[in-house]
């Protein structure tokens, strides 16, 4: 069964510092995701993505947040300056064009800002 | 804004009872979806039930949705240890499909 991946696994970065993180989508969805959980909280949409452009984005995504799809199969978010708060579960999904589709999830990457 | 809202926050039953989860939500939908979450781990989607269905079934998953009243159940029938996870409804809003999840349920499954 086709799967969303994530890398890496976990990321531990100093605060200030910059991160990427890196998702392959399923290679014929055309929405992509992230979303984030904070230990012991719901999942909270961060940004959607579609034809190469984000589509809609909550206050959470702040000019702090980047996406990119640099070559067609990466999707990426990028965090400029971590700060402690932006320690999460963070997930990429996909999903196919449509209201029939449901998402498929990576299985997150665990970012701890220290 | 939230659409799904599950309850119980938390249920706790035995291995081989069933569990039912339901999920009250606000405005109109075209589908309802529900996922499941292993500790921290990531959603895996479990069923999907569009707004003309009334019932669905997916092994020991059954999945109901009223639109009159704005709400949907989840029940797992014959419950295993493995069933053990948190349980999200969620519906997709706009033209982007972005879903919004609740807290979920907490179930637990003793063996």
Redesign the interface.
Known sequence: EPEVTQTPSHQVTQMGQEVILRCVPISNHLYFYWYRQILGQKVEFLVSFYNNEISEKSEIFDDQFSVERPDGSNFTLKIRSTKLEDSAMYFCASSGLGANYGYTFGSGTRLTVV | SQQGEEDPQALSIQEGENATMNCSYKTSI??L?W?R?NS??????LI?I?SNEREKHSGRLRVTLDTSKKSSSLLITASRAADTASY?CAT?L???????????TLLTVNP
């Open positions: 075209n589908n979806q996922y979450q921290g781990r990531g959603l895996v989607h999907l569009r999200f997709p706009g033209s982007n499909y972005k879903l919004t999840f609740g807290k979920g």
